[in-house]
Nanobody, 123 residues
Framework: QVQLVESGGGLVQAGGSLRLSCAAS????????MAWFRQAPGQERDFVAV????????YYADSVKGRFTISRDNAKNTVYLQMNSLKPEDAAVYYC????????????????WGQGTQVTVSS
């Protein structure tokens, strides 16, 4: 059974940094795309970033480009999201998701999800 567990969220001041982690288990993920989405209260779940199975390609939402970096360690079955220069509008619950050999940009393309980790940014 596929399981994704996020960690690393918390409260940070605007301009600060956080590093989220997502540990995957249940199968080999070296052939899976790994993605981060976020959802603020009352909002839809939005794409943040995705990394291909070999880490060769990454894609970002325009709102985070240049500030966030997605990476993965297949030996540890873990994907990371380094978030720098955080803004109050980055506050949300952040979710990681995975799909087999598919780079998607919408939630419906990902069958497996973590439980989310809260990121709060104070102004």
């Amino acid at each position: 059974q596929v399981q994704l567990v996020e960690s690393g969220g918390g409260l940070v001041q605007a301009g600060g940094s956080l590093r989220l982690s997502c540990a995957a288990s249940g199968r080999t993920f070296s052939n899976d795309a790994m993605a981060w989405f976020r959802q603020a209260p009352g909002q839809e779940r939005d794409f943040v970033a995705v990394i291909t199975w070999n880490g060769g390609r990454t894609y970002y939402a325009d709102s985070v480009k240049g500030r966030f970096t997605i990476s993965r360690d297949n030996a540890k079955n873990t994907v990371y999201l380094q978030m720098n220069s955080l803004k109050p509008e980055d506050a949300a619950v952040y979710y990681c998701a995975t799909a087999f050999m598919r780079v998607g940009f919408t939630p419906r393309e990902y069958p497996y999800w973590g439980q989310g980790t809260q990121v709060t940014v104070s102004s």
